[in-house]
């Protein structure tokens, strides 16, 4: 298990397999650490689908709008939404997207991230500079190559839970 330094600041993610644990950076992307926190309090990324989970690429999760439901409709709009604060400016780093780094999702317009965020299975360089970077697993990342594959998979992973590390 790894070493929890800063519990405000950490994302304890329940998938079917265990448990996996994400450093955000609060210092690199303020804004998108404070949504993910403030989303994860209010229960909103439970029980939602890895709607889009690319081999040798990322995982994609936390359409909180279309991502819980049950219905196969909902599963295939998962992806199209996001909640119900708004949109986030970018928050480019020069931190590189990494194994394990959690990035923004977002359409083509920079500043549209909100709720959604990719997990990196690989190094996905191609992506610095266009992606706001905000987390890191640091514990777990088995569980997140585990994640069923799919554009959405046919019977897509969910989170169980997502929950700050302070609050758990």
Do not use: W
Not at 12 to 26: A, C, F, H, W
Not at 53 to 70: K, P, S
């Amino acid at each position: 298990m790894a070493e929890i330094k800063d519990p405000e600041n950490t994302i304890l993610m329940e998938l079917k397999d265990g448990t996996v644990t994400i450093e955000l950076l609060p210092d690199v992307a303020p804004k998108h650490v404070e949504r993910m926190k403030e989303l994860a309090r209010a229960g909103a990324y439970d029980n939602v689908a890895f709607h889009r989970v690319i081999e040798g690429f990322m995982a994609q999760t936390g359409d909180v709008a279309h991502g819980n439901m049950e219905k196969e409709f909902n599963i295939r709009r998962a992806g199209t939404g996001g909640s119900d604060l708004p949109d986030l400016p970018a928050e480019f780093s020069k931190l590189p997207h990494d194994r394990g780094t959690l990035g923004a999702a977002r359409s083509m317009n920079p500043n549209s991230a909100n709720s959604q965020f990719f997990i990196n299975f690989k190094d996905n360089h191609f992506l610095n500079g266009q992606y706001t970077v905000y987390g890191r697993v640091i514990d777990g990342m088995a569980h997140v190559d585990a994640i069923t594959r799919g554009e959405p998979p046919a019977s897509p992973d969910r989170m169980v839970s997502v929950k700050v590390a302070a609050d758990a």
